[in-house]
């Protein structure tokens, strides 16, 4: 049986599984392809807080090495999470930028963003 | 037809879009020493461009056009891949900085420059990359 | 429709609250996250490459060809933008 420990020491993995129920909830049940995408790049910033919160050791500073706090390791957080999520962020806005590029052809092909009212003009022959 | 931004609104903007330029280039000089980099200068640099064409309209894209924004993200991934290759005609191996042909400095200062380099390379295709979306998806229509 | 999503995003958020408590605790260094190659890049990057900024000196240089990679993928983007919203040939 897992143990649930409700203090500080697990209310941040909380706060990313609500952020991840939110983004699930927009791209399951709302009917506009672009609340739709919306619901996507919410649940890629709940990875991106992840990730981040991943890389914190108690106690440590900044990964920028400085004079005064010494050049042991044990005295700096985690720099491979920020790195990874530096990336990935830029990488974020270009591909949002392709599927907005799809959501404006998509719109101007069928004059709608309802995935129903899509998924019913693409039946009938034009 | 969009209705133009008001005076004010096209004044502050243009006030502002020098001073948030400025900060991109320290944001990506300043990576080696503290918070900054190529992604977060080429992102800034973007804004201001951007910012521009929200207030300014047509006349922005007259003082920066998009096939300017093009070559300009193509240039900075022409050095990312030039700093690449350039080293393996020293002997060295891909992206290794201590073979580039900088020979008056050496080891660790080289590598130094190298990073320096790649920054501002990234930056530059970060930077002609999201001017490039926002054109494509704005459309030409003011 | 929306009740079902309801009753779907619930199940999800009951798994993953569950999943939860098998993670180690916020900001406990001995995290298995934490038993990797770091050490090396905190230790070695002011003396190797002369940046007291380890992002940056991961980034731009042990990891390069990476951010090669991540950047191509950026520039793909901003091509296949272009070529998506291009005006079609009638």
Known sequence: MVEFDLSMSQYAYFMVVLLMAIGLYAMLTKRNLFKKLVGMVTFQTAIYIFFIQGAVRLKSSVPIIDEEIGMSAAQYVNPLPHLLILTAIVVGISTLGVAAAFLIVIHRRFKTLDDQAIMGLMKEPD | ?142 | ?90
């Open chain 3, 1 to 90: 429709m929306r009740l079902l999503g309801f009753a779907l995003v619930s199940l999800f958020l009951a798994l993953m609250v569950y999943a939860t408590g098998g993670l180690p605790d916020r900001g406990n260094p001995e995290a298995p996250g934490h038993e990797n190659v770091w050490h090396y890049y905190l230790e070695k990057s002011m003396e190797e490459t002369a940046t007291p900024n380890v992002v940056t000196a991961v980034l731009a240089d042990y990891r390069s060809f990476d951010t090669f990679g991540e950047t191509i993928v950026i520039f793909t983007a901003g091509l296949a933008c272009i070529v998506i919203l291009m005006k079609r040939l009638k």
């Open chain 2, 1 to 142: 037809m969009i209705q133009q931004p008001s005076t004010i609104v096209r004044t502050v903007v243009n006030l502002l879009v020098p001073f948030i330029q400025l900060f991109a280039l320290y944001a990506i000089v300043h990576g080696h020493y503290g918070a900054g980099g190529g992604f977060q200068g080429g992102a800034l640099l973007a804004v201001s461009i951007v910012l521009s064409r929200i207030s300014n309209g047509a006349e922005s894209l007259e003082r920066f056009s998009s096939t300017r924004a093009t070559v300009i993200a193509a240039g900075g991934m022409l050095l990312f891949g030039l700093v690449g290759i350039v080293p393996m005609f020293f002997g060295a191996s891909f992206l290794d900085y201590e073979g580039l042909p900088l020979f008056w400095v050496h080891g660790a200062e080289l590598r130094y420059l190298g990073i320096l380099i790649i920054e501002v390379g990234i930056a530059l295709a970060v930077f002609g990359t999201l001017v490039l979306i926002y054109d494509s998806l704005a459309g030409d229509k003011w």
